[in-house]
């Protein structure tokens, strides 16, 4: 289930995912559960919007992009039958990849999602052995506070799913020329001292130049205040006490980052375990003879 806010890059990886798949010969089941989605690289094999669509529930009942997104999950909650009618059929062979729309309030409190899961996964429905994809913009490692918001937001969904979980870097080639290697490692684990610290200072630090902390208006000297301070360093804190939620980085542009995501996520759905022995052809032995 590939999840994360608005623009992470969700429906790309899928896209990407399922090249990779089909390259390498394995079979996936593609389903969209974003009811504004607008277009995609490959056909959808089950699609939210056959049932119901964000733009008719708006113009329908007066609603907002997210009170529509709310009310299509709601609607897909009360017609479970159109997911068990075309999942049912699909074998343990195959990948199912759900790309979920980018609405955050749906991984941070709202219970439809939990609800959905439950139905997938559970030995009385479904039975879909599930796994969390949750992916966030490399580049919000630039802005500290962003990096940890989102990384904030990824331990609420991973607090509300309890499901296997993967948390993803994404976009890695936008950032790869811009930050080292090893300077990047920092930001895989979230670390208290990385909100502690004004990278200004650390680059003038690392070019050995005196750094002179810019003069700050009213505003941001409340913004870089002790109480502000303590309250960004209690939030960090909560990550680091929970140490729950780690990185892995994609670059959907290369084609082995992708290969190696889909490991992670073949280890998390025990993947090949469940997979029957195959019967290798007579015909193979002739060959050999
Ligand atoms: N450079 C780069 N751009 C990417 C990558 N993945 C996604 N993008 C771009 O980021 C934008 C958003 O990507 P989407 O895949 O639509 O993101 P999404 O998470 O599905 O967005 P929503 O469904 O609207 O929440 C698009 O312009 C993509 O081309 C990537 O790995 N590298
Ligand atoms: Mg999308």
Redesign the pocket.
């Known amino acids: 289930m590939v999840m994360?806010?608005?623009?992470?890059?969700?429906?790309?990886?899928c896209a990407s995912l399922i090249t990779h798949l089909q390259l390498n010969r394995r079979s996936c089941f593609y389903v969209n559960l974003?009811p504004a989605?607008e277009s995609f690289e490959h056909t959808p094999d089950l699609d939210i919007r056959d049932l119901i669509s964000v733009e008719d529930v708006m113009d329908e009942l007066k609603l907002g992009p997210n009170g529509g997104l709310i009310y299509c999950f709601e609607f897909l909650m009360e017609n479970l039958s159109f997911l068990e009618e075309s999942l049912n059929s699909v074998t343990e062979e195959y990948l199912i990849i759900f790309?979920m729309?980018?609405q955050i309030e749906l991984y941070t409190h709202y219970p439809v999602l939990p609800a959905l899961v439950n139905f997938l996964r559970s030995p009385g429905n479904l039975d879909i052995r599930l796994c969390a994809a949750y992916?966030l913009e490399s580049t919000f490692v630039v802005d500290r506070a962003k990096y940890f918001a989102g990384s904030l937001s990824a331990l609420s969904s991973m607090y509300m799913l309890g499901l296997p979980h993967l948390n993803i870097l994404?976009?890695?080639?936008?950032v790869k020329d811009q930050i080292r290697k090893k300077d990047f490692k920092k930001f895989l684990v979230p670390d208290t001292m990385l909100i502690e610290e004004d990278p200004q200072e650390v680059e003038a630090r690392k070019a050995g130049v005196d750094y002179q902390p810019p003069v700050e208006s009213e505003t941001d000297a409340l913004m870089s205040g002790a109480g502000f301070k303590r309250l960004n360093n209690a939030v960090a804190q909560l990550l680091e006490n929970f140490s729950m939620v780690h990185y892995h980085k994609?670059?959907?542009?290369d084609e082995d980052s992708v290969g190696g995501i889909l490991s992670y996520i073949d280890e998390c759905i025990q993947w090949a375990e469940a997979q029957e022995p195959k019967e290798i052809p007579d015909e193979e032995y002739d060959d050999e003879e």
């Open positions: 994360g806010p608005a623009g992470a890059g969700k429906s790309t990886f974003d989605a790309d729309p980018g992916l994404s976009k890695m080639d936008l994609l670059d959907c542009t």
